[in-house]
């Protein structure tokens, strides 16, 4: 089993469409968790830190639920440029990343 | 400031070279990691430089892969003996102390291509 599984999408959604994304991870001791944004042929860039009590930056609101072992990115009032591909990243003594959700915003 | 750079931004070569690849971590930062990122797949880790300790190589994925970090901050991977599977691209990423609740800064990456 995969440490970090994703659904990869792709996910295409309108303008101003709200959109969710899971992500599960098999090790209950995991200690910290991000989403991470990566844009095509570019480097992963950290979109936000994801923490216990859940955590909202703006549109973008991310929650962790330790009990089910999953994280989950929500996207408010969806723009273009946030066309990418959103990675979650899970660290339990080693950070492992998921394949990825594919987004695409369509005007 | 200058964020994290590696060298060079592509790479071909035929199977069975050796090649090797750079990065030059942010100026402070302790921590130091290798990923390769296959098409249309996740990260993969490689291995992990924190400070003076022994790096955790976990990760390298054959005795072809080793890397060095000299005086904490610059690190080389070098693959030798090519295969065609080593194509992918080898991002390195640099944090400020380690693993934990911190931001990883991600280089370019390095677009390795085997003939």
């Known amino acids: 089993r995969k440490e970090v599984e994703q659904d990869p999408g792709p996910f295409n959604v309108p303008e101003g469409a709200t959109v969710a994304f899971n992500c599960t991870y098999s090790?209950?001791?995991?200690?910290?968790f991000f989403w991470y944004r990566q844009d095509c042929r570019k480097e992963p860039k950290l979109l936000m830190s994801v923490y216990s009590s859940g955590n909202e930056d703006g549109r973008f609101t991310a929650q962790l639920n330790r009990a089910s072992q999953y994280i989950s990115l929500l996207i408010r009032d969806s723009k273009l440029s946030d066309s990418a591909t959103y990675l979650c990243?899970?660290?339990?003594?080693?950070?492992?990343f998921g394949t990825g959700t594919s987004l695409t915003v369509i005007p | 400031g200058a964020g994290v750079s590696q060298s060079p931004s592509n790479k071909v070569t035929e199977k069975g070279k050796d090649v090797e690849l750079r990065c030059d971590p942010i100026?402070?930062?302790?921590?130091l990691y290798w990923y390769r990122q296959s098409l249309g797949q996740g990260l993969e880790f490689l291995i992990y430089?924190?400070?003076?300790?022994?790096?955790?190589k976990s990760g390298l994925p054959s005795d072809r892969f080793s890397a060095e970090r000299t005086g904490g901050s610059v690190s080389t991977l070098t693959i030798q003996r090519t295969q065609q599977e080593d194509s992918a691209v080898y991002l390195c990423a640099s944090s400020l102390r380690g693993r934990g609740q911190e931001t990883q800064y991600f280089g370019p990456g390095t677009r390795l291509l085997v003939l």
């Open positions: 100026s402070g930062h302790t921590a």
């Open positions: 430089f924190q400070g003076n300790s022994a790096p955790d």
């Open positions: 090790n209950s001791a995991s200690q910290s």
């Open positions: 990243v899970v660290n339990s003594n080693q950070f492992y």
